[in-house]
């Protein structure tokens, strides 16, 4: 299966500014995906990020809030922009391995804004 | 809105005791996967159910998917502290590439 490394794991930020999430993954995968997690509940997909087209964004999530980069088949970033005390959250990528191995997930970035 | 329900969606337990998680719906899926989480860490796959009536055993896990493929279970045998965390299933089909999530069990052993 594949190894994604998430960084920053955690951060603390004012409120108006922004932050970049980065994932690098050790293999090529065509997809990669972004999720928004509260602190015990489940995942809700922001985006999925295509290396070479825009990325396509769920309900509810817009490229303005959340621009994603998707530089080649190994990296994407996910920045967190003019942030809010409401986009206090766990921000996660995943990359799909194959049907037999699931999805493979990142550690986590622990966002809370102030 | 598909939905995958999924309970309980609170579980405290004494160690050696059993347990069964339950993920329900109305649709069809092609698979359906277990991942368990620790806090600060991503989920983790567990396993993947593929065809209906499914039985898969990871030691002192057993999964179950329905014959319909539309439900599925986790039942854990004399649980263990270590058993302690998040359980998520999550359903993927055919026509959509995306993973559709159960709520979640955050689950609780204790010694």
């Given at each position: 299966s594949a190894v994604i490394s998430q960084k920053p794991s955690r951060d603390i930020c004012q409120r108006g500014t922004s932050l970049t999430i980065q994932c690098q993954v050790d293999s090529q995968v065509t997809m990669m995906f972004w999720y928004r997690q509260q602190p015990g509940q489940s995942l809700t997909l922001i985006a999925t990020a295509n290396q070479g087209s825009e990325a396509t964004y769920e309900s509810g999530f817009v490229i303005d809030k959340f621009p994603i980069s998707?530089?080649?088949?190994?990296f994407s970033t996910l920045t967190v922009s003019n942030?809010?005390?409401?986009?206090?959250s766990i921000y996660l990528c995943s990359v799909e391995v194959g049907i037999d191995y699931g999805y493979t997930f990142g550690s986590g970035t622990r966002l809370t804004v102030v | 809105t598909q939905l995958l329900e999924q309970s309980p969606q609170f579980l405290s337990i004494q160690e050696g005791e059993n347990l069964t998680v339950y993920c329900n719906s109305s649709s069809v899926f092609s698979s359906l996967q277990w991942y368990r989480q620790e806090p600060g860490e991503g989920p983790v796959l567990l396993v993947t159910v593929v065809t209906g009536g499914e039985v898969k055993k990871l030691k002192r896990l057993t999964f179950q998917f329905g014959d319909a493929r539309k439900d599925s279970s986790l039942h854990i045998t004399a649980?263990?502290?270590?058993?302690?965390g998040l359980y998520l299933c999550a359903g993927e089909q055919d026509s959509n590439y995306q993973l559709i999530w159960g709520a979640g069990t955050k689950l609780i052993i204790k010694p």
């Open positions: 998707r530089p080649n088949l190994t942030m809010s005390p409401e986009d206090s | 649980a263990q502290p270590g058993d302690t």
